[in-house]
């Protein structure tokens, strides 16, 4: 089993739709990360979270330390939004381990 | 100044080569790490670099190994290059948070 679990792995949606990514982890983290990665782009760091929620602009990332779990949401999601997002725990230092990503697309 | 800067963009290499990849870290951080990341795969942690030495290292050869500055840039060097390396070569600077650089496409042929 791997110890970071994301979901669903890929998902497409319509413009506007409220979106959801779900992210699982197994280990001790100080630090979670959601990351999103455009085809053939280098990594852009959205969140790094160790409790609570965060907001920036439409984009929500919550975290739930006892339940070891992470939501990434999309408010009215546009295809520009379209791209691989992944999350990436923190255990003890910063050799992150990654989840497998989530594909978005988002049709117009 | 702010960000994480890579270069090359874009390496076309031989197998057999040598090949060395720079990142300059976001100024004040002192922790550097080296992803690989594979077509169509998540990025796999190379080493990591703190003050300038060793902090950590993936399931990587001998042949891939690290520098860092103290001015904590870092280079990452790879020998006798293998078709298998072909890859993306992310950085990442961290101090609290952590800051990707754009990677760098290298491309064994």
């Known amino acids: 089993k791997n110890e970071v679990e994301q979901s669903p792995q890929n998902l497409t949606a319509q413009e506007g739709e409220f979106i959801t990514i779900n992210c699982s982890y197994s280990?001790?983290?100080?630090?979670l990360h959601w990351l999103q990665q455009h085809p053939g782009g280098g990594i852009v760091s959205l969140f790094m979270?160790?409790?609570?929620?965060k907001k920036h602009g439409r984009l929500i990332a919550t975290i739930n330390i006892q339940e070891k779990h992470s939501s990434l949401h999309i408010t009215a999601s546009h295809p520009r939004d379209s791209a691989v997002y992944i999350c990436?725990?923190?255990?003890?230092?910063?050799?992150?381990?990654w989840g497998a990503g989530t594909k978005l697309i988002i049709k117009p | 100044e702010t960000g994480v800067t890579q270069s090359p963009t874009h390496l076309i290499k031989t197998r057999g080569q040598q090949v060395t990849l720079r990142c300059s870290s976001q100024?004040?951080?002192?922790?550097v790490s080296w992803y690989q990341q594979a077509l169509g795969q998540g990025p796999q942690f190379i080493f990591q670099y703190y003050r300038e030495e060793e902090n950590g290292r993936g399931n990587f050869p001998p042949r891939f190994s690290g520098l860092q500055f103290p001015n904590y840039s870092s280079e990452l060097n790879v020998n006798a290059l293998e078709l298998d390396d072909s890859a993306l070569y992310l950085c990442?600077?961290?101090?609290?948070?952590?800051?990707f650089g754009p990677g760098t496409r290298l491309t064994v042929t």
């Open positions: 979270l160790s409790s609570g929620k």
């Open positions: 280990v001790g983290i100080s630090a």
């Open positions: 990436a725990v923190v255990p003890c230092n910063y050799q992150l381990i």
């Open positions: 990442a600077s961290s101090l609290g948070g952590v800051v």
């Open positions: 100024s004040g951080h002192n922790t």
